[in-house]
C-alpha cells in the first residue's frame, strides 16, 4: 500500500519560500510515476504545481514556473517543493500525490494546509 505524507511549516510570511516534503512508503520514487504537487486555494479548485520523475526530471505549471522547485531525497524517499516570493494568493491546502501516466493520480497525501501572513 502506498502512502504519501506532506510536512512543513504552515504558516509563512510574504516574500519568503515555503517548503514542503511528501514522504513516501510502499513505493520507491525512483521505480516510476510521476511524483506531484497540486494544491487547492480557498473556494477554488485543484490547481496543479508540478512533478518530479522517477528518473529525477522536473516539470512545471507555466504560471509558477519561474518560483518553483521539486527535488528530491532517494535516499529518504522524499520529494521536496519550494516555492519562492510567495504572497497571500499562495494560501491553499498543498497535496502530494502518486500519478500514472495510464492511471492518473492514484494516491493523494492528507494536504497540509500553509497559510501566507505576515
Known amino acids: 500500500q502506498v502512502q504519501l505524507q506532506e510536512s512543513g511549516p504552515g504558516l509563512v510570511k510574504p516574500s519568503q519560500t515555503l517548503s514542503l516534503t511528501c514522504t513516501v512508503s510502499?513505493?520507491?520514487?525512483?521505480?516510476?510515476?510521476?511524483w506531484s504537487w497540486i494544491r487547492q486555494p480557498p473556494e477554488k479548485g485543484l490547481e496543479w504545481i508540478g512533478y518530479?520523475?522517477?528518473?529525477?526530471?522536473?516539470y512545471y505549471s507555466p504560471t509558477l514556473k519561474s518560483r518553483t522547485s521539486i527535488s528530491r531525497d532517494t535516499s529518504k524517499n522524499q520529494f521536496t517543493l519550494q516555492l519562492s516570493s510567495v504572497t497571500p494568493e499562495d494560501t491553499a491546502v498543498y497535496y502530494c500525490?502518486?500519478?500514472?501516466?495510464?492511471?492518473?493520480?492514484?494516491?493523494w497525501g492528507q494536504g497540509t494546509q500553509v497559510t501566507v501572513s505576515s
Open positions: 500525490a502518486r500519478r500514472s501516466s495510464a492511471l492518473g493520480y492514484m494516491e
Open positions: 510502499g513505493n520507491s520514487i525512483t521505480a516510476g510515476y510521476y
Open positions: 518530479i520523475t522517477y528518473s529525477g526530471s522536473t
